[in-house]
């Protein structure tokens, strides 16, 4: 069984400022991890994934994520926030490609000018 | 690529009524769909998974003489909520997945709401 622990249900942060979204998981195997991100009243979007490989990951806009397999985290950063990240983000992880996916409980970004 | 749709978008409907929610791929073609709730300001829980051509398996806690799922194609899937009361208000979001690739593409999600 797997779990995911996304400690912040909320994070406001300014425009401009970083943000870091904080992810751990406990799994018995290896587990792909993914974050995504739900704006209001729509599903959800791939924002990034880490299947293998070099442990950080960047998405096409701005965000990155590195696992840390020892610590088992995958948390979530981006070095200056747009108001349009406004938005929830959820971690996620998966025993095998294309497989059911166990999420977090997310966390709302709050963007403030 | 990788579009996934849901109709509708939005359902109101009266207690004891049954609803239907299709859930499409529109550019690919889905071996595996799976379906979602989510209780407002909450995370999504896994409801079950459907492969096209076999029964859905269904999560532990899910009834599934309730939540009807049926994956006649490889380009949707339905699912079906039969008497609606209105504890079955929510936002159900489905996903479509190939086999043997890692990503899930999310449909936009049906918002049901039961008088």
């Not at chain 1, 095998?96 to 000018?113: S, Y």
Request: hydrophobic letters at 35%.
């Amino acid at each position: 069984a797997q779990s995911v622990t996304q400690l912040d249900s909320q994070v406001p942060v300014f425009e401009e400022a970083p943000v870091e979204l904080r992810c751990n998981y406990s799994s018995s195997v290896s587990v792909y991890l993914f974050w995504y991100v739900q704006y209001p009243n729509q599903g959800l979007q791939l924002l990034l994934k880490y299947l293998s490989g070099s442990t950080l990951v960047e998405s096409i806009n701005g965000f990155e994520a590195e696992f840390n397999k020892s610590q088992t985290s995958f948390h979530l950063r981006k070095p200056s926030v747009h108001i349009s990240d406004t938005a929830e983000y959820f971690c996620a992880v998966s025993e095998a490609a294309g497989n059911k996916l166990t999420f977090g409980g997310g966390t709302r970004v709050l963007v403030k000018p | 690529g990788a579009v996934v749709s849901q109709h509708p978008s939005r359902v109101i409907c009266k207690s004891g009524t049954s609803v239907k929610i299709e859930c499409r791929s529109l550019d690919f073609q889905a071996t595996t769909m799976f379906w979602y709730r989510q209780f407002p300001k909450q995370s999504l829980m896994l409801m079950a998974t459907s492969n096209e051509g076999s029964k859905a398996t269904y999560e532990q806690g899910v009834e599934k003489d309730k939540f009807l799922i049926n994956h006649a194609s490889l380009t949707l899937s339905t699912l079906t909520v039969t008497s609606a009361h209105p504890e079955d208000s929510s936002f159900y979001i489905c996903s479509a997945g190939v086999a043997g690739l890692d990503t899930q593409y999310f449909g936009p999600g049906t918002r049901l709401t039961v008088l």
